[in-house]
């Protein structure tokens, strides 16, 4: 079994794990209603993709 032979100090762990980070989504605009929508996703808020009507939006 694979044992380590020193100790890994907290500097050599914490950079390790320094790509670990969470990230923040990329979100854009939508053209139509100008609301926070992620890109690639039709616009929640009014049912837009590319500029075209996707998806009827009961109001």
Known sequence: ???????KSKS??????????VTL???????QCHEPVL???VC???GAYKGKTILKIKE
Do not use: G, I, L, Q
């Open 1 to 7: 079994m694979a044992v380590p032979k020193k100790k």
């Open 12 to 21: 050599k762990r914490d950079m390790r794990r320094s790509h670990h980070r």
């Open 25 to 31: 989504p990329n979100v854009s605009t939508c053209a």
């Open 39 to 41: 890109p690639h996703h």
């Open 44 to 46: 929640p808020e009014c």
